[in-house]
Nanobody, 113 residues
Framework: QVQLVESGGGLVQPGGSLRLSCAASGSIVSIMGWYRQAPGKQRELVATISSGGSTIYADSVKGRFTISRDNAKNTVYLQMSSLKPEDTALYYC?????????WGQGTQVTVSS
């Protein structure tokens, strides 16, 4: 079992920045990452990072978001910059502890003036 605790969401103006954090406890995890779901849309990948540091980003966030990880703390971060209104969504932390995947409860990010 893996428990995920997210933090860092909130309201920010367009062009602003936010940092999300997600701490995992329980079993050892391999891949960690972030997904998001906007109202009326499907959940989509934002970024993932392996325990070795390999990253994958959605095209829509490349160059603006940076995912990082502290393996000692079992924590993943998402630094979001140059935020746009279309980044508004519920952001979910994801962790894989093979063969299972786990989801956080979600943290809201709203980009609005």
């Amino acid at each position: 079992q893996v428990q995920l605790v997210e933090s860092g969401g909130g309201l920010v103006q367009p062009g602003g920045s936010l940092r999300l954090s997600c701490a995992a406890s329980g079993s050892i995890v391999s891949i960690m990452g972030w997904y998001r779901q906007a109202p009326g849309k499907q959940r989509e990948l934002v970024a993932t990072i392996s325990s070795g540091g390999s990253t994958i980003y959605a095209d829509s966030v490349k160059g603006r978001f940076t995912i990082s990880r502290d393996n000692a703390k079992n924590t993943v971060y998402l630094q979001m910059s140059s935020l746009k209104p279309e980044d508004t969504a519920l952001y979910y932390c994801y962790a894989r502890s093979p063969p299972l995947g786990y989801w956080g409860q979600g943290t809201q990010v709203t980009v609005s003036s």
